[in-house]
């Protein structure tokens, strides 16, 4: 049995109407994240990026890597007579760019909320659980962990710092969509 490694990314963006997904469309109805196989000496994330650069023109200064995410799939297929062993390494990065320059291997992309990104990868559940699972982590990032209040050292000044009577300014979370 022939062992096959591939990384790529899966990218998304804000937009008005949530993140969306990019999967890009390789004719027969088949839907994926932009990937391919490793060549000699190459790690993981640097096939990610190359594979990318090739099937979507997006350069490496144009995605923001999610920290602490990457994620897996493993399966078997045949081609012809020989059995393969594949292993798809996948990281996660944002990007703010919404038209791509697909490659002469694909027919098109298109960019779906994870719903939609879910219909249309759902002949491969693997696939589906990527996207719920990267979709899961970007969800819980978001998400501000709240921490029990710290005991006041003084009633009469609040959390913030501010004197009794000011408004404290409190600073944003930096977090915006499109």
């Known amino acids: 049995m022939r062992r096959v490694i591939a990384a790529g990314i899966i990218i ?8 969306k997904f990019l999967l890009l469309y390789h004719g027969r109805n088949y839907w994926n994240f932009p990937k391919g196989k ?16 090739e099937e ?15 994620t897996k799939e493993q399966f078997m297929y045949n081609q012809g007579k020989e059995k393969i062993f594949k292993i798809v390494i996948l990281y996660m990065a944002e990007t703010t760019q919404n038209r791509i320059t697909v490659s002469h291997e694909h027919e098109g992309y298109g960019w779906f909320t994870a719903s939609e990104a879910r219909r249309m990868l759902s ?22 962990h709240r921490r029990p209040n ?11 710092g501010a004197p009794s009577g000011e408004t404290a300014s ?4 930096g977090q915006h969509t499109e």
């Open 12 to 19: 998304f963006r804000k937009t008005d109407e949530g993140t």
């Open 38 to 53: 490793l060549e000699k000496e190459e790690k993981s994330w640097q096939a990610a990026l190359r594979e990318v650069r």
């Open 150 to 160: 710290p005991p006041r050292q003084n009633p009469h000044v609040p959390r913030s």
């Open 123 to 144: 002949k491969h559940k693997d696939s589906v659980k990527i996207l719920d699972n990267a979709y899961g982590f970007l969800q819980r990032q978001r998400t501000p």
């Open 170 to 173: 409190v600073p944003s979370s």
């Open 56 to 70: 979507t023109g997006l350069k490496s200064t144009e995605l923001r890597f999610v920290a602490d995410f990457k």
